[in-house]
């Protein structure tokens, strides 16, 4: 009589997950802990106050039941339990040097993770340009003008986060060579030549 049980809500991929259920009244009662109709976990106390432990449960969100039952009576509570992964060894790739207006692609890579959320913003040294929150491991960015941009993303979920950058080197094409026309030389004159761009940096 009278289940009641304590449980976390969030739980770490891969840790040992435990249920304290407790009841104030009844003899001989069995403990079964499920997640759908599996029975992962039980457990039978004389005084009605045990820990259920368990290892199986795989990512995601579960609807997890206790039940306490004994030959003449039962009682049933449910509630949700969320497993995640740690984040872990992040990474950030993408190009070192960039074109002016062109579009340059960058993708991060954990070793581990789950539910993960991104936040990537690029910053030129002194200010922010761009930030957004997404939930896609590749971002893609139009750069506007020639200088170095610092790139970073933070992979984040409710156990853990992670960041990691990378610096890009923006250039304007190189465009419109000419050289002015050459004069007649001697032998023994020095000879000299004036170049132009119609852009590049």
Not at 60 to 84: K, R
Request: net charge negative; aromatic share 8%.
């Amino acid at each position: 009589k009278n289940l009641t049980v304590k449980h976390p809500s969030l739980v770490e991929f891969v840790t040992v997950m435990t249920i304290n259920a407790s009841v104030t009244q009844g003899t001989n009662v069995s403990f079964t802990l499920l997640t759908g109709d599996s029975v992962i976990s039980s457990a039978a106390d004389r005084t009605g106050d045990v820990s259920l432990t368990d290892l199986s449960v795989s990512l995601g969100q579960h609807n997890m039941t206790v039940n306490a039952s004994n030959l003449v009576n039962w009682e049933a509570i449910s509630f949700p339990v969320v497993v995640m992964e740690r984040i872990a060894s992040l990474s950030l790739s993408g190009p070192s040097v960039a074109e002016v207006s062109e579009t340059a692609r960058f993708a991060v890579n954990a070793s581990s993770g789950s539910d993960v959320s991104y936040q990537w913003s690029v910053t030129n040294w002194t200010e922010t340009v761009f930030t957004t929150n997404t939930s896609d491991d590749e971002f893609s960015f139009v750069f506007d003008f020639s200088g170095v941009y610092i790139v970073t993303c933070l992979a984040f979920n409710l156990l853990s986060s992670e960041r990691a950058t990378t610096t890009v080197t923006v250039q304007i094409p190189v465009a419109g060579l000419s050289l002015e026309p050459l004069q007649l030389l001697t032998v023994g004159d020095t000879a000299s030549f004036n170049a132009s761009l119609t852009q590049g940096s």
